[in-house]
């Protein structure tokens, strides 16, 4: 009886199952690579303004206010939160919509040939947003929480928000409501490449209205980021154009600049696996290749 070669046999099994091995790890990546917990937040409100930021519904228009954030690298975002007022009788029992748009820097996700009607849109969001979640499309959730039973703005945007050259109306006065955070668990997360992005929240009441609040500018909470551009709000009466809160509709000599109350948190990195060169593709397909084969002489040798 012929004398079997037991580690050479060895060695050729062997060989196939490396090779595919090392064909899914040029091919994936390095896969479970960790991730790292990523948060952002521009602060509590600083009380200077209170700005409209609701759905459209019976009786009110669509009304939207955004601030910006920078992400550096790939992130999921999982949670949000922000802060605002509820004011002219609105509760939290009251509360029947709230929604979340992630808006890019004009030009993106913009018309570029049409003629704008507002003073500039440098900086400004996109004219539609590039991702969003809604309650009404069960893809987040949402909780209240009272922060104070009374908290005063300076100033507020409701319904004074016009195209050029009427953008300028000073803010309508000085406002006082129930400040309330409202916390976010987006149960579809939001995936986001490295970008500047602008975060929009509305909030939907019977009566009365949502105001989001402002947080300072400069940011004070160690978080500062550059560009920090500022908040920019509109309408339906003026979309898909948008007005700088404090440059276009405060206005003055000196116009003032605002950030927005809100926070971001997630993670960055990848469960799934790093994305490798395609340098390395030749490499994989001659892998691939050779397991191949070896497989097929396994099986002719029986």
Partial sequence: MPRVNVRS???RRRWPVVTAAAVTLVATGVAGAATTPFSFSTGDPDGLIATASR???AGKIETETADDFILTQQTTLNTASFTGLLTGGATTAGVNRVTIDIYRIFPNESDTTRTITVP????????V????????????????????GTFAAANSVVSGIH??????????????????R???????????????????PEVGVGTGEFLWLSAPRPLTNGQAFLPDLQTWVRNETI????VRVGADV???????????SFSIAGTTGSTTGVPLPAAVWPGAALLGLLGVRGRRALVRQG
Avoid: K
Avoid at 163 to 180: R, W, Y
């Fill in 163 to 180: 195209a050029s050259p009427a953008q300028t109306t000073g803010g309508e006065g000085a406002v006082t409501g129930t400040e309330v």
């Fill in 120 to 127: 500039t849109r440098l900086n400004s969001p996109g004219d």
């Fill in 239 to 242: 979309g898909p154009d948008w």
């Fill in 129 to 148: 947003e590039l991702v969003g979640r809604d309650t009404a499309s069960s893809d987040m959730t949402f909780t209240t929480t009272t922060v104070a």
């Fill in 250 to 260: 405060v206005g003055g000599t000196v116009a003032p600049a605002f950030n927005a």
């Fill in 182 to 200: 409202f916390d976010v668990t987006f149960t579809t997360p939001l995936n986001l490449a490295a970008d500047h992005y602008f975060f929009r």
């Fill in 55 to 57: 759905p459209a519904s």
């Fill in 9 to 11: 046999r060895a060695r």
